[in-house]
């Protein structure tokens, strides 16, 4: 009976010492986390946190991907709560870098300088930020800024709930919709451009910080439209398709030079100045992205920055350093 | 028409059914019944047959060792779930280091040494019962309360998960370790005594010797369904991107249902059959879990 | 020294013998510190239900410092995170008993068909392999059946074999895998129950002429009734409380729904959703997370306690 029971345990922790093991020093083929050189480029280690918004998320995902070839040793997550969670947790101090895809409000501004965060802005690529519905919808492929405003304005709630009110050439359906939440800069930046004032939209939509749903959502629905930014149509295309804005079409080219508007903007991440100065995986990290944000938003599908945007990139980061 | 049944001594549960006569059976109300019975039991394996053959179709493609050794990507050709492999052991193993010493020595007091008689007992009873039906994401609740009171900001580390696993799975094992030890026999007991242990003696070298295997099922059990638990470490931010090892308990990390909640959210196809072959790999380890919870009743379950 | 044993005749019962004071065994100092440390760990558990509470309290009363009970109660518009905020919950209670709803209307039946085949109809052999096969519905971790609930009912069944009115996420879809996903749950209380009726019923049923399905109907049932009950409602609970089916079929649209094949938004789906963001301690949209984790916390309750005296009364009647 005592033999049995010996053989319970012993087998049962030499299962869970083998699996703690094996996780502690199995599973790295490239490179070790703990201070040592890594088989593969430099020796640095560390965490970068990143936080923010869905929209540039793909983009630092990709720089990290990249950048991991370079610096195995260094730690990089990417989280999305949204372009206004990111600044929430970066005016604490939680976050290196915050992943923006507007401006930071003045209020957020206040609320670093409150805390004693001292940032730095970088315009990391180009976005025109795109409103999509189903492939199979051939009636809504050009809409005004007006239309636009009707659909998704605070006045539309309840009511504007079929395709034909927004044009009676439009056929008896009911429209779904399907966009960014609260916390999210497209949210910010879409409400603002559209309907004037930030935050100002109807509610009986289908909200996410996850642009992927909106994707979902659309795919899914032949009645359905969405706004989210232009690399998650690029990713999917054939599952939606992007709507022309007063008869424009967004692309790289219309956003680069501005005739996609009002819906062409910048995207941004936001620097920590004391991680850049402190924490070399950070400054590592940093100069890799900007150096490299040609091949990175190629890589990610996103609109690259223009010369004239490369050039003041480079000029910012090096007054940090 | 009398009944031709010759049942003699039949024990209380329903070992063998009781015949009746066969015209009685062979009425078409009850043969119309009787399939009815046998169509559910259908329908649910089929539908079981159905998420199993649909799972492995669409996951098969990405079942190789780039699943298992590769970062996330976005490029579904070369992501992979290894961090949510790393991820999910060592969230399990802080789980089972905390949870199982708690919920057994629980059991004990509750078993061998609380008195049954003081509504106190009782109420513990009732509210360990409680526990186990509240929904899991009220843990994750739980948890993220805890850690904003003691002051910690990045919520996405491998010990804040495991405090919500924890105390999920805390009183299935208190249950469980519980009816392990009440099948161990009143002799056992009354023998060490009466040769003069103490109570604890008695516990501790003869009850809890005798009950581990059914001990061990138990906690295999739960563990396998501290696995596969999403809904509380959503809410502790184990959604996050991570390029890296999780590597320690204040670690950032990731586990294998996230993971698969993580790809299911997004359109491509290609995650999508990445969700369905780390669903295959969490199924494959949640089998293996239970056969071995299973072997180890069979073979070392003592009959008294 | 002596021990002083109390005889009693039966069985072996396996129930410990009464606590240590009425034996006088030689006492050794650690054990006291041994039993104090059962009883901490057995505290435990109340620690733990006195700390939810505690946990989702304190942010929800901060909530309902700002909003009143009765508007989060009966309000119908929910929409906690906007500008133009409201914080009717009604949707999300509304959308939570649509898809138990749906979840019972398949879960009952089969659980319960389920269930007195194995327990009335089925050979011992053949119980002893189809029953934990019913298990494996139990174990399959809800994730996967969330990814089952939107690629193959939503998108292949629904939108394309049936052709339904119905776009990426519905209620309908979530309900229906979260009922195949409690089918073991009622089955096997059921199952329970309907066995621990005595063989003496049934066979005094066949002695009147009754065949299988009558003595089933007419006299297992209703013997077992209150056990049942049990089942179906801790199959309630298990439904209200299911988070990641919805989270993953079922949308993210908070609304009063009318229509299943539409979307909706349940208590957990919007704590789900919510916490995929970020909410700072103290904020409203926080202390809203909690409010919600209360109201499904105390449904929950209710449910259980109900369930649990239904649970007693079928264990105690034989």
Redesign the interface.
């Known amino acids: 009976m005592r033999k049995s029971t010996a053989k319970i345990f012993a087998s049962t922790a030499l299962v869970l010492v083998g699996a703690l093991a094996l996780s502690g020093c199995g599973g790295q083929p490239s490179g070790g986390d703990t201070s040592g050189s890594g088989a593969s480029g430099g020796g640095l280690t560390g965490s970068v946190n990143t936080d923010g918004s869905s929209t540039v998320a793909p983009l630092t995902e990709a720089a990290a991907d990249l950048f991991r070839d370079e610096e195995s040793g260094v730690n990089v997550s990417v989280a999305t709560s949204g372009t206004g969670g990111g600044f929430k947790t970066f005016c604490a101090g939680e976050t290196d870098v915050s992943n923006a895809s507007r401006p930071i409000k003045d209020e957020e501004a206040a609320d670093c300088e409150a805390a004693g965060i001292k940032y730095t802005e970088i315009v990391a690529a180009n976005d025109g930020l795109s409103v999509i519905v189903n492939p199979e919808n051939d009636w809504a492929e050009d809409l005004t800024v007006e239309q636009l405003n009707l659909i998704w304005g605070p006045e539309a709630e309840g009511k504007i709930t079929n395709w034909n009110q927004v044009d009676p050439s439009f056929p008896d359906q009911a429209i779904t919709l399907f966009g960014a939440g609260t916390d999210s800069g497209t949210f910010d930046y879409f409400t603002e451009e559209i309907n004037g004032e930030d935050g100002a939209i109807r509610t009986d939509y289908s909200p996410s910080e996850d642009d992927n749903i909106t994707i979902q959502g659309v795919a899914g629905d032949v009645s359905a439209i969405g706004f989210l930014g232009l690399s998650y149509v690029e990713e999917n295309e054939g599952v939606v398709k992007a709507v022309a804005v007063d008869g424009v079409m967004p692309s790289t080219e219309t956003v680069q030079d501005g005739t996609y508007t009002p819906l062409g903007r910048p995207l941004f991440i936001y620097v920590n100045n004391a991680s850049y100065v402190d924490k070399e995986q950070v400054k590592s990290f940093i100069d890799f992205y900007v150096a490299n944000s040609a091949e990175i938003a190629e890589r990610a599908l996103f609109v690259p920055l223009t010369e004239d945007q490369v050039t003041t990139a480079t000029d910012e980061l090096a007054s940090l350093g | 028409m009398s009944p031709t049944s010759t049942t003699a001594t039949q024990p209380l549960r329903a070992s063998a059914p009781i015949a009746t006569g066969r015209n009685g059976e062979m009425r078409p109300s009850a043969l119309a019944f009787l399939l009815l019975l046998w169509l559910s039991l259908f329908v649910a394996f089929a539908v079981l047959i159905t998420l199993l053959i649909t799972i492995f179709l669409t996951g098969q493609n990405k079942l190789s060792t780039a699943l298992l050794f590769n970062f996330p990507s976005a490029d579904p050709d070369e992501a992979g779930a290894r961090p949510a492999i790393l991820g999910s052991v060592w969230a399990i193993g802080a789980t089972a280091v905390m949870t199982l010493p708690l919920g057994i020595a629980a059991a004990v007091h509750l078993e061998e040494f609380a008195d049954r008689k003081r509504w106190f007992n009782r109420f513990i009873e009732l509210n360990v019962q409680n526990l186990a039906a509240v929904p899991s994401i009220v843990y994750g609740l739980l948890a993220l309360a805890f850690l904003s009171m003691l002051g910690v900001t990045n919520k996405n580390i491998v010990i804040g998960g495991a405090f919500a696993l924890t105390l999920l799975i805390l009183p299935v094992i208190i249950i469980a370790t519980r009816e392990a030890l009440r099948a161990v026999p009143r002799e056992i007991r009354d023998g060490s005594l009466a040769l003069g242990a103490t109570q604890w003696q008695t516990t501790w070298r003869q009850v809890l010797p005798a009950s581990v295997p059914g001990i061990a099922t138990g906690s295999i059990l739960a563990l396998s369904r501290a696995l596969g638990e999403a809904a509380p470490l959503l809410v502790l931010g184990a959604l996050v991107y991570i390029t890296f090892d999780p590597n320690g308990l204040l670690s950032g990390y990731t586990t294998l249902p996230i993971q698969i909640f993580n790809w299911t959210g997004r359109p491509q196809e290609g995650f999508h059959e990445l969700a369905g072959a780390t669903s295959i790999l969490l199924l494959a380890v949640l089998i293996l879990m239970n056969a071995l919870a299973i072997f180890i009743r069979n073979k070392f379950q003592k009959r008294w | ?1 002596t ?1 002083i ?1 109390e005889r ?1 005749g039966g069985p ?9 004071s009425s ?1 006088a ?4 100092p650690g ?1 006291f510190l ?2 104090l ?3 901490l ?6 620690v ?2 006195v ?2 509470l ?3 309290l ?2 929800s009363l901060s909530f309902f410092a700002e909003v009143p009970v009765l508007e989060f109660l009966f309000g119908t ?1 929910w ?1 906690p ?4 905020a ?1 914080f009717g919950v009604l949707p999300l209670v509304t959308a939570t008993l649509w898809t138990t709803l749906i979840a019972l209307l398949v879960a009952v ?6 269930a ?2 194995l ?6 052999r053949v119980r002893k392999v ?1 029953k ?3 298990e ?2 139990a ?10 609930a ?3 009912v ?3 069944v629904l ?1 394309d074999w049936l052709h339904l009115p ?4 519905s209620v309908l879809a979530a309900g229906l895998v979260m009922g ?1 996903m409690i ?1 073991p749950t009622i ?1 096997s209380i059921a199952e329970d129950a ?7 019923l ?2 005094g049923s ?2 009147l ?9 007419r006299v297992v049932f209703p013997a077992a009734l209150s056990g049942i009950v049990a089942a179906v409602v ?1 199959g309630i ?2 439904a ?5 089916i919805v ?2 079929a079922a ?3 908070a ?1 009063l729904v009318t229509n299943p094949l539409d ?1 909706g938004q349940t208590m ?1 789906g919007f ?3 919510a ?7 103290g904020s409203l949209e926080y202390n809203t ?2 409010a919600v ?1 209360l109201l ?2 105390l449904i ?2 209710l449910i ?2 109900i ?2 005296r239904f649970v007693r009364r079928f264990r105690e009647a ?1």
Not at chain 3, 25 to 28: A, I, L, P, T
Not at chain 3, 109 to 114: N, R, Y
Not at chain 3, 139 to 148: K, L, R
């Open positions: 020294m021990a044993i009693r072996a019962s396996g129930r410990a013998p009464a606590p240590a034996f065994g030689r006492r050794r054990e041994i039993k440390a059962l009883r760990a057995a505290a435990v558990t109340v733990t239900t700390g939810i505690i946990a989702l304190i942010p518009r929409a995170r906007f500008a133009d409201s039946p089969f659980g319960l068909g389920a007195t085949l327990a009335e109809y089925a050979r011992p189809l934990p096969l019913l494996i519905l174990g399959i971790p809800t994730v996967v059946y969330g990814f089952f939107l690629q193959f939503q998108g292949t939108r119905t776009g990426a996420f195949v089918i089955a309907m066995s621990a009726v005595p063989q003496a049934r066979q066949a002695a002429g009754a065949n299988r399905m009558q003595t089933t109907l801790l609970s298990r209200v409380g299911e988070t990641m989270a993953i949308g993210n649209q609304q979307q957990t704590i789900a959703n916490a995929l963001g970020d909410s700072r301690v997370l909690f984790g499904l916390f929950t309750l259980n306690f369930s649990i034989y």
